[in-house]
Every structure is written in C-alpha cells, then in structure tokens.
C-alpha cells in the first residue's frame, strides 16, 4: 500500500462530508455526545462504526486483541470510567467476533511471547467454561463458543466496576454482549441473561457507594 493514498482519500472523504452537510466539521468540534461504548476487537477487518452503520461522535470505541476487559489494564479501564462517569453514555457493548486471532491463539499452547499474559485472560474463561467447550466436538464450533463466553466474560468484567454499577443504579446503564459474524456481516445479540449469570457472585463484587 502507498501509504500516501492515505492523504488523497481524506481529501475525497471530506469533499463527501461537505457536500452533504457544509457545516458537518463545525458540528463535529463542537464535542462529543455518545449513546454507546463500544469494546472491540482490533481486528483490521471488524470496524465499530462501519458496521452499527454510526457516524463520528455517535460511540465512543476501545479497540484491543479479543476484547479483553481486564482489571489490570489501565487503558480499558481508563476508558470504561471516562465514557460512563463522563460522557454518561447509555450502553456499554462488548463486541466479539468469529474467526477472531486472538481466541485461536489462546486455544493453542505455542508460546507467544509477550501476549502470554494477555492470553492468559482467555485462557481463564477457557477454564471457567471446560466442561461445555470440552463436550463440543467440532473444532469450528468450539472456537465460535469460546469468542461468545469470552464475550460474556468481559461484559462481567465491565459490570465489576464500581462506576458501572453506579451508573446501572442511578441511571439504567445497559450492558450487551454482541458477536459479530465476520461470515456473513451480521451483528448477532448474545442475549446474555447478566442477572442470572451474576447472582452468586453480585454480593462479592458489589461496591457500595458513599451516601
């Protein structure tokens, strides 16, 4: 790729915004106002807003190898506080992918250097859902299960925190998991059933907040 393209479809891209809108930058520096938090894959093929079909300043993105919401990493959880305790976005969604690297990649036990660590995050939800993943036997299909529980893992993960959890009491913040199905385009709704899931463990993780 020449990468000076870059430059010349910037160009054509902003000659298309005005076109359709003269006043579109004006708009767009004003701020920022964003419904949705979006956590996803870094996945060079799986774009946020292309494929919710949103505009800029319409979801505020993270972007990071499977989607992985650890507590340990400053930047998701970085990010999680300033979109909810800021921005006072409305949802937050996990977003996964099929045919995704990085879950293949956890399944394996080639050493990987410094993504070890990393990996090892999913390799955690490997172990928490053995007994379901061991007892499919088509190898296709349990790598498409282990995104969707890595998925669900995560938006625990999300639900853990004490600015989400005050923003699901005070204001109904939503939490979703989604898998986007790189076959065929479609965004598919996990339906994940979080206060099922959550019920035995809500005491545990719960944080109260100073009245």
């Known amino acids: 790729m020449d990468i000076r393209k870059i430059f010349d479809n910037n160009k054509a891209w902003v000659t298309q915004q005005l076109e359709n809108d003269k006043t579109y930058f004006n708009k767009l520096s004003q701020g920022q106002s964003p419904a949705i938090l979006y956590i996803g894959c870094s996945d060079s093929r799986v774009t946020a807003e292309e494929l919710m079909g949103l505009q800029p300043g319409e ?4 972007r990071n190898i499977a989607n992985v919401v650890p507590n340990t990493d400053l930047n998701v959880m970085s990010v999680i506080n300033y979109a909810v305790s800021v921005l006072k976005v409305d ?6 992918h099929y045919g995704c690297g990085g879950i293949k990649a956890a399944m394996q036990n080639t050493d990987m250097g410094i993504l070890n660590p990393w ?5 955690d939800v490997y172990r928490l859902h053995r007994r379901e993943l061991s007892a499919i036997e088509n190898d296709e299909r349990r790598y498409e299960r282990l995104a969707e ?7 625990i993960n999300v639900i853990k925190t004490a600015e989400v959890q005050k923003a ?17 385009g479609n965004l598919v709704d996990l339906a994940i059933d979080f206060q099922d899931i959550t019920k035995n463990i809500v005491d545990i993780y719960r944080i109260d907040r100073e009245s």
Do not use: K, M, P, S
């Open 119 to 123: 990996l090892r995050n999913i390799r």
């Open 91 to 96: 949802h937050v969604v996990v977003c996964g």
């Open 149 to 155: 529980l890595n998925v669900q893992e995560q938006c």
């Open 59 to 62: 979801v505020f993105v993270h």
């Open 168 to 184: 699901i009491a005070e204001r109904g913040l939503t939490v979703h998991g989604w898998i986007f199905d790189i076959h065929t």
